[in-house]
Nanobody, 128 residues
Framework: QLQVVESGGASVQAGGSLRLSCAAS????????MGWFRQTPGKGREGVAA???????KYADSVKGRFTISKDNAKNTLSLKMDSLKPDDTAMYYC??????????????????????WGRGTQVTVSS
């Protein structure tokens, strides 16, 4: 059974950088879809970045040009490099995965509803 665990969250000042990691286990192979999501108290979970089986990527407009998602298939690890961090990036960040998807994944890739494997999250706090 596929499981994911996030790490790398921290408190940083605005303009700083962080790299989040997500370790996947319990599944032989790396042929699955993955994404990063974030959530603040009182708000719904927001899609940040996603990566497909073919390594295609999609980003939320709010993070384009600042965040980079990548996947190391050999290590079954997903990363999110976050640069030029802003206070608005403060949130709990979650890693998510899905083994297969019948419809157009790219179109739905930032929708948390399509993912069925979730980590517990890692906190990112950006101070001004």
């Amino acid at each position: 059974q596929l499981q994911v665990v996030e790490s790398g969250g921290a408190s940083v000042q605005a303009g700083g950088s962080l790299r989040l990691s997500c370790a996947a286990s319990g599944y032989t192979g790396s042929n699955y879809y993955m994404g990063w999501f974030r959530q603040t108290p009182g708000k719904g979970r927001e899609g940040v970045a996603a990566i497909g089986r073919d390594s295609s990527t999609k980003y939320a407009d709010s993070v384009k040009g600042r965040f980079t998602i990548s996947k190391d298939n050999a290590k079954n690890t997903l990363s999110l490099k976050m640069d030029s961090l802003k206070p608005d990036d403060t949130a709990m960040y979650y890693c998510a995965a899905r083994l297969s998807f019948a419809a157009n994944w790219f179109f739905f890739s930032l929708n948390p509803a399509i993912y069925n494997v979730w980590g517990r999250g890692t906190q990112v706090t950006v101070s001004s």
